[in-house]
């Protein structure tokens, strides 16, 4: 089956401590995005990428580091640098630039 | 950023009632799209609107666009206890500085469905 397959569901994360989320897709789509929801809230761009190797920053990219060295996956770092990092991360990914996104389910991270 | 604003923010309606809910955006855009997202779950892409059109339609969903107003509404008819999720209107629009088009999200609209 066709989609998007977000890893882990339940992170938790250290003072001080980088954590990676992981992303793949197997959609054959070009862009892929990572959103940031908190509780009530609309969901806020992290990151995107249109293309494998090229990445551009979001709203609130401080703190998170990306990476897209194949089309298949976009893993988002959460650095220590991110005081406030609890929240559920949300991956997309679309076949055109003005198209519908196609989400995972969703990684719930929480600070020990 | 520019971010579509859902009105109301909770709803409650009986099965079978039909449920309304508004979407209000700031600036110019290529589209509008709901989405829906049940309780700790990724969002399911419902229906899409071009900016050129004024209303869609599918299964039990009609979607209207008015870009003068700057707004949109999603209507679903006869709901079902299963339709109890949260919906979110996003904006597809031009996104400042980097010179691409970007998805934009509101806050959502809480849809409770009473059996």
């Known amino acids: 089956d066709g989609g998007i397959t977000q890893s882990p569901k339940y992170l938790f994360r250290k003072e001080g401590q980088n954590v990676t989320l992981s992303c793949e897709q197997n959609?054959?789509?070009?862009?892929m995005y990572w959103y940031r929801q908190d509780p009530g809230q609309g969901l806020r761009l992290i990151y995107y990428?249109?293309?494998?190797?090229?990445?551009q920053k979001g709203d609130i990219a401080e703190g998170y580091s990306v990476s897209r060295e194949k089309k298949e996956s976009f893993p988002l770092t959460v650095t220590s640098a991110q005081k406030n990092p609890t929240a559920f991360y949300l991956c997309?990914?679309?076949?055109?630039?003005?198209?519908?996104?196609?989400f995972g389910s969703g990684t719930q991270l929480s600070v020990l | 950023s520019q971010q579509g604003e859902e009105d109301p923010q909770a709803l409650s309606i009986q099965e079978g009632e039909n449920a309304t809910m508004n979407c209000s955006y700031k600036?110019?855009?290529?589209?509008l799209q709901w989405y829906r997202q049940n309780s700790g779950r990724g969002l399911v892409h419902l229906i899409l609107?071009?900016?050129?059109?004024r209303e869609k339609h599918s299964g039990r969903l009609r979607v209207t666009l008015d870009t003068s107003k700057k707004s949109s509404s999603l209507l679903i008819t006869a709901s079902r206890a299963a339709d109890t999720a949260s919906y979110f209107c996003?904006?597809?629009?031009?996104?400042?500085?980097?010179?691409?088009?970007?998805?934009?999200f509101g806050k959502g609209t809480k849809l409770s469905v009473i059996p």
């Open positions: 997309a990914s679309s076949m055109e630039q003005r198209g519908k996104l196609f």
């Open positions: 959609l054959n789509h070009d862009a």
């Open positions: 990428s249109q293309i494998v190797n090229d990445f």
């Open positions: 600036t110019s855009i290529n589209n």
């Open positions: 609107i071009r900016s050129n059109e």
């Open positions: 996003a904006t597809h629009h031009r996104y400042s500085g980097a010179g691409s088009y970007q998805l934009t």
